[in-house]
């Protein structure tokens, strides 16, 4: 479903990601692990068509939404608004769909989202998101600034989605516990290269990863 070949994006002389390739199949849920200014929202937006590369090649087979860092909301429109927005491009306004999978986001629709705690904006940043009806998801930071509770319950949306209706799913995650959790497979991406990946259990007992991303080994 996502399939990105060698690519190279940069900013002025200054080179993002450098030869970076990994693939997401179809249905599949797959993460991307990496520290800060590693080019995780980097590849993000050039995903969602946001940045043009330099080089290589971007492939996706079907609808991609973007859930983005830090949410991007319209903080003084309505609920309901932002997410009509999201469904600009396929010409889905009903948001029906939305508020049965997130019913919160019904009793809130006619407040500004720039009120909302930030639990509430990721909950209508997603909403948003699948307004768009997408084959393809890419999430950036689902968890940032929010408390464990509240990112168990987006995340468990997620599982839901990819579940029973074949979601595909990239998460790009600094929060390498819950990434490994929801994914089978992942990728680090550091300084712009991805330097490793593979199978989420035996990356999560990978020295190197556990030390890096999980506080050390795990037991």
Known sequence: MI??????????????????????????MVALLGPNGAGKSTLANTLAGLIRPASGTVRVGGRLALIPEGRQLFPDLTVADNLALGGWRSGQRDPSP???LLPRLAEL???????????????????????????????DELSLGLAPAVTADLAAHLAELNRTQGLT?????????LAFELCRRAYVL????????????????????ASAYLGGAIT
Do not use: C, W
């Open 3 to 28: 399939d990105v070949q060698d690519l190279v994006v940069s900013y002025g002389t200054a080179t993002a990601l450098e030869h970076v390739t990994l693939t997401v199949g179809k249905g599949e």
């Open 98 to 100: 939305v508020y049965e």
């Open 109 to 139: 629709a006619s407040r500004r989202a720039g009120v909302l705690s930030g639990g509430e904006q990721q909950m209508v940043a997603f909403g948003r998101a699948m307004m768009s009806r997408p084959d393809a998801l890419v999430v």
């Open 169 to 177: 799913v990239l998460l790009i995650e600094q929060n390498a516990r």
């Open 190 to 209: 550091e300084s712009g290269r991805v330097v490793t990946g593979g199978d989420s259990a035996e990356l999560a007992g990978d020295p190197r990863v």
